[in-house]
Nanobody, 126 residues
Framework: QVQLVESGGGLVQPGGSQRLSCAAS????????IGWFRQAPGKEREGIAC????????YYIDSVTGRFTISSDNAKNTVYLQMNSLRPEDTAVYYC???????????????????WGQGTQVTVSS
């Protein structure tokens, strides 16, 4: 049974940093593309970053490019999202999900991703 568990959320000041973790069980991350998503209050969930395996190539949407970094630790079967220069508009519940085909990451087809975790809340506020 595939299970993804997000952690690392919390309250952070604007301009601050936060690192989120997505721990996977029931699958081997090197066989999947992994995506990070977020859903702000009153908005639809959006895909913001993904990473393909086994090459580890990352992809980002424009609004987080240069501020967020997705990476993976294959030995720990965990994917991270390092978030820097956080803004109030980054406030959301953050989720991770997987897809068995790397092409959906490359093509930005975030809607194809599956096996969502429960999410972790990130609040950017002074």
């Amino acid at each position: 049974q595939v299970q993804l568990v997000e952690s690392g959320g919390g309250l952070v000041q604007p301009g601050g940093s936060q690192r989120l973790s997505c721990a996977a069980s029931g699958l081997t991350l090197t066989e999947y593309a992994i995506g990070w998503f977020r859903q702000a209050p009153g908005k639809e969930r959006e895909g913001i970053a993904c990473i393909t395996h086994p090459d580890g190539t990352p992809y980002y949407i424009d609004s987080v490019t240069g501020r967020f970094t997705i990476s993976s630790d294959n030995a720990k079967n965990t994917v991270y999202l390092q978030m820097n220069s956080l803004r109030p508009e980054d406030t959301a519940v953050y989720y991770c999900a997987v897809d068995p085909w790397w092409g959906n990451c490359v093509l930005g087809r975030f809607y194809e991703f599956k096996s969502w975790g429960q999410g972790t809340q990130v609040t950017v506020s002074s």
